[in-house]
């Protein structure tokens, strides 16, 4: 693994960090019937964030731990906030996933490839549903992980 794939991982690494920190906060303000997406969403991150653990370590990289806390890009107080701040969080994960596929060359392995693209998959999906939610029209977006 190069150096800049290592970088790349460990962005996408603090992403994922960041991602399970902000659904404790999305799940404390969140409507009630969006409990079990907000489980699944929850636990989809911190599984990610345990295979990219893994997968940084099998190189043979020293894995920083996360931060104490997050700071929220705006307040969250209700249901609405609470589902922007998920839209924001899949797509800030689906950034840090698509610069990781950017940031391979062409001897990564097939396992971080695969790590990355499922990631990014699944993030766009996610931040398709929580659009959705939102009421954006289209709730998709051309080319996920693209920054705005």
């Given at each position: 693994m190069t150096d800049?794939?290592?970088?790349?991982?460990?962005?996408a690494l603090h992403a994922e960090y960041a991602a399970v920190y902000a659904y404790?906060?999305?799940?404390?303000?969140?409507?009630?019937d969006r409990?079990?997406?907000?489980?699944?969403?929850?636990?989809?991150?911190?599984a990610r964030r345990d295979t990219t653990i893994?997968?940084?370590?099998?190189?043979?990289?020293?894995?920083?731990?996360?931060d104490a806390a997050y700071l929220t890009p705006f307040p969250i107080d209700d249901p609405i906030p609470a589902a922007r701040l998920a839209a924001t969080v899949e797509s800030d994960t689906a950034i840090a996933w698509r610069a990781v596929i950017e940031g391979l060359d062409s001897t990564a392995s097939t396992q971080v490839r695969r790590?990355?693209?499922?990631?990014l998959t699944e993030c766009a999906v996610r931040l398709a549903t929580w659009q959705?939610?939102?009421?954006?029209?289209?709730?998709?977006?051309?080319?996920?992980g693209r920054a705005q």
């Open positions: 800049a794939e290592k970088q790349v991982l460990l962005a404790g906060v999305i799940a404390a303000y969140a409507a009630p409990t079990r997406l907000i489980a699944e969403a929850g636990a989809a991150h911190r893994d997968t940084l370590k099998t190189a043979g990289v020293s894995v920083p731990p996360p790590l990355a693209l499922d990631a959705s939610i939102l009421g954006a029209n289209p709730p998709t977006i051309p080319f996920p």
